[in-house]
């Protein structure tokens, strides 16, 4: 697949973050994870997506996120329709924090928190660990800002949970994105703090008009956060609407009901 | 009867299944290895008592060590560890690229084998066998054992390192193509930080492994002590021999107690 098959034309226009139809993904032939999602999130708002596991919640964001091939339907995140490898424009504009945070534990804070800039600045200079010195400012700054400026030069293995979080949530603020997906990064940690990241993160995202997607299985922590909420199950959406609105009893007969869906591996 | 039960019983069986497969394993093995040592007489007493007593001979008249030799053996252990040395590193300059271009997380397939296959056909062949060659195209001496070894080197970290890059946790190399990184950001930024120190672990391992097989490339004119090695057993003359052994002996442990200091001292951080 080449560039070509994008259409980035209405990439600042005020379309939908992300407008899913019909799509259609199995890892093997034959065995669908996600049959024909139906997905509009409008620009500026922060919506969750909730489920059982192996509803297909981590595939669907790795496939928004430009990271897997699917095999039907239509995907356009931020005005770029999705097909093959994207465009580095794209992995500008969306920012993603898979569930176990992707840091790289041998490099220290600061320089997990530079490579978001790599999407930007593609030379070869980085390579040899250059990275501009008014880069270097920004993601200090940014580690100011989530607390963690004393652990810049800390390598990521040495940082507790908590901490780790954060780096990961600089890094994607490096990139500097319209759209955060996040898949249910906060899973490893307790409710106080698990709430606490969310509540940063949310301040973040409402103060730059930012559009966050994320799967979160904390059901105290959706209703307080989310504009809006998306349960699939069984690789289909099967409720959408306001958090708010949602019954939770029924909520949880919804999710936590076993069936054939929750046993599909790739959750 | 509900799914748990169901699924309870279900592992209870493959234990089971597993604890008889690993049993029946263990005694094929074993029977096999029987069976082998005894076709080559290991079972047959007479061979193996008579055997000790030539080793017990052989090994009197290593003693005493002659030493009117050894100015000679050191000059000649210097240039196999420098043999050793140059030929490790130039290995692993050649190893590292090649293990990167063998990993599936990051090339495409036919690439990947291709690597694989050409390092495979290299570890094929036995380093005093590289070294043989080597002399034919190189002539007698020191580069000759020095590019064997090299040779031989590339052929074990090539596969070491693409197995071990292979192993990186999946999830960070998606995390930083998500950022927009190309293949040789995540050689720099994921690769190298993530593997440094199992990278560099081997490397001296083999380092350690090249002092040792060095000693021999001589016999075959490849440079080294291994020259001197050859010319007393010939000659019958046993006793410098064992002042040879002896050298190699220090040298080895010298260079064990070398790379566990070093392994101490900066690869064991993490």
């Known amino acids: 697949m080449t560039a070509g098959d994008y259409t980035p034309q209405d990439q600042f226009s005020q379309g939908p973050a992300v407008e899913v139809r019909d799509l259609w993904l199995a890892y093997r032939p034959g065995q669908w994870v996600l049959k024909g999602v139906n997905l509009t999130v409008p620009r500026g708002e922060l919506w969750v997506v909730m489920g059982p596991s192996g509803a297909g919640k981590t595939t669907l964001m790795k496939v928004l996120a430009g990271l897997l091939p699917f095999q039907r339907g239509t995907v356009e995140v931020m005005g770029f329709r999705l097909r093959g490898e994207p465009p580095r424009l794209f992995r500008r504009a969306v920012g993603y924090i898979p569930q176990q945070l992707g840091l790289v534990r041998g490099l220290t804070a600061l320089e997990n928190v530079l490579l978001g800039t790599l999407a930007q600045h593609g030379g070869w200079g980085l390579t040899f660990g250059f990275f501009p010195r008014e880069e270097v400012a920004r993601a200090r700054d940014y580690l100011g800002m989530l607390g963690l400026g004393d652990k810049a030069g800390v390598r990521v293995f040495n940082l507790s949970g908590g901490e780790r979080q954060r780096v990961a949530i600089a890094r994607t603020l490096m990139q500097d994105p319209q759209l955060i997906l996040a898949d249910e990064f906060v899973s490893d940690l307790d409710l106080p703090r698990a709430a606490r990241i969310l509540e940063t993160i949310r301040g973040l995202v409402r103060e730059r008009g930012l559009t966050l997607l994320m799967n979160l299985h904390e059901i105290q922590l959706v209703q307080e956060l989310a504009d809006r909420v998306v349960v699939i199950k069984g690789g289909q959406v099967v409720y959408r609407g306001p958090a708010q609105a949602l019954d939770w009893s029924e909520f949880r007969a919804l999710v936590e009901a076993e069936d054939d869906g929750a046993r599909v591996a790739g959750g | ?270």
């Open chain 2, 1 to 270: 009867m509900g799914p748990g039960s169901l699924a309870g019983k279900d592992r209870g069986r493959d234990a089971a299944l597993r604890r008889w497969r690993d049993l029946s394993g263990t005694l094929a093995l074993l029977l096999v290895l029987g069976w082998i040592l005894g076709r080559m007489g290991f079972f047959d007493p007479g061979r193996l008592t008579g055997g000790l007593a030539n080793f017990g001979r052989f090994a009197a008249e290593l003693f005493p060590p002659d030493i009117s030799v050894l100015p000679v053996v050191l000059s000649a252990l210097v240039e196999t560890v420098e043999m050793a040395f140059a030929g490790t590193l130039l290995g692993f300059i050649v190893s590292f690229p090649l293990g990167v271009l063998g990993t599936r997380t990051l090339f495409p397939r036919p690439v990947v084998l291709a690597v694989r296959l050409l390092v495979a056909i290299v570890r094929t062949v036995p380093s005093l066998l590289w070294a043989l060659i080597m002399v034919i195209v190189v002539g007698l001496g020191p580069l000759a054992g020095t590019l064997a070894l090299a040779l031989y080197t590339v052929g074990y970290l090539a596969k070491l390192y693409a197995e071990i890059l292979e192993g990186i946790d999946p999830e960070i190399l998606e995390a930083v193509r998500g950022l927009g990184a190309r293949r040789h950001h995540i050689v720099r930024f994921v690769f190298w930080p993530e593997a440094a120190n199992t990278i560099l672990s081997q490397l001296l391992f083999m380092l350690e492994y090249n002092i040792r097989s060095s000693t021999v490339l001589g016999l075959v004119g490849a440079g080294g002590i291994g020259f001197y090695m050859q010319v007393y057993i010939s000659t019958l003359a046993y006793g410098r021999l064992a002042t040879v052994l002896l050298a190699v002996l220090a040298v080895v442990l010298i260079m064990d107690a070398l790379s566990a200091w070093v392994r101490r001292r900066y690869l064991l951080q993490t």
